[in-house]
C-alpha cells in the first residue's frame, strides 16, 4: 500500500467510526455561541446544538486555524508520510485556501514529502463521500495521483440537494439571498437547494409541506442518476440536522430503489450553524452537476 494518509477536516461529516477504523486525521472546523469557541477541544453534542438554536441563540462559525493545519499535518510528514487532503468547497470557506496556503509551507520545509490537496467543491457529506471513496482506492493500492485523478473525474458527478425548514440561517450567513430567504419562509413552503459544480449553494425551487419536500429529493435523486456510469453498489448518504426519524424515512426510500449502501449522519454544528435544526440532504453520484 502507498505511503501516503488522507486527512479531511470535520465538515466532511464522516461517521467517528470510520475515521476510527482507519485512523483519518481530521482538521477542525469552528463554531462558537457567544464567546465560547467549540470544534475541537471543546465541542457540543449534535443535539445540544441543534437544541441550542432552536431556543434562539445563534452561533458563528469560523474557518479552520492555519496553527492547527501545520502541527496534525507536520506530525504526519515527520512519520515519512505523503498527505492527501479532502477539503470543504472553496466556494464556501477560505477553509480550503487556509490548508493549500499551509501545504506550500510545509512542503517547502520537507521537499521530499508531498501534499496534495483536493478541493471537493461541496458540503457536509457531500465532501464525505470522496473521503470514503479515497479510503476505498487507498485500500485498492492506488497511489496517492490516482486517488487524486478519481476524485476530480467523479467531483461533479457528486449530487447533494438538501432541505431546510429555515432558510434565515442560510441568509444570515451569506450563503442564499435575502429574496430566497423571504420566499422560503412563506407559510408551508419548502426550499430545495443544491450544491452546485462550482461548490455554491443554489435554491432549486419550493414545494409545498415537508413530507412533500423529503419525497422530492427521492425524486429528484431518481431523475439525476446514471446508471450507466454508476451502479447502486455506490455509496449514498443521507444528512440531518437532528431529525433522524426523516432522516430514516429518506433512506428507506433510497434503500427502496434498490441502493445497497446507505449512510446517515447528523450535520455537524460548523455547518449546521447555516443550515440550522430540521435540515435533511442526500447525497449521491449521478449526472454532473451543473
Known sequence: MSDYVITTDSNSDVLPAFIK???????????????????????????????????????????NNPEVIRERFEKLLKEGKDILHIAFS??????????????????????DRKIVVFDSLNASLGEGVSVYRAVELWKSGKSMEE?????????????????????????????????????????????????????ELKADGTVRGRKKSLKTLVSRMEDALDPDAYGKDRMVAVLHGDCLDEAQSVAEMVKNLGFTNVVINDVSPSIGTHAGPGVVGLVFYGKKRS
Open 21 to 63: 477504523e482507519n485512523n483519518l486525521t481530521i482538521i477542525p472546523q469552528y463554531y462558537a455561541f457567544g464567546d465560547t469557541v467549540y470544534g475541537d477541544q471543546l465541542n457540543m453534542e449534535p443535539h445540544e446544538f441543534y437544541e441550542t438554536m432552536r431556543k434562539g441563540e445563534l452561533p458563528k462559525s469560523m474557518a
Open 90 to 111: 472553496s466556494a464556501l470557506s477560505g477553509s480550503c485556501n487556509n490548508v493549500v496556503m499551509t501545504a506550500n509551507e510545509l512542503t517547502e520545509e520537507y521537499p
Open 147 to 199: 486517488v487524486y485523478d478519481i476524485l476530480t473525474e467523479e467531483r461533479d458527478h457528486v449530487n447533494v440537494s438538501f432541505t431546510v425548514n429555515d432558510l434565515n440561517h442560510l441568509q444570515r450567513g451569506g450563503r442564499v439571498s435575502k429574496t430566497t430567504a423571504v420566499v422560503g419562509s412563506l407559510v408551508n413552503i419548502k426550499p430545495i437547494l443544491t450544491v452546485t459544480a462550482a461548490g
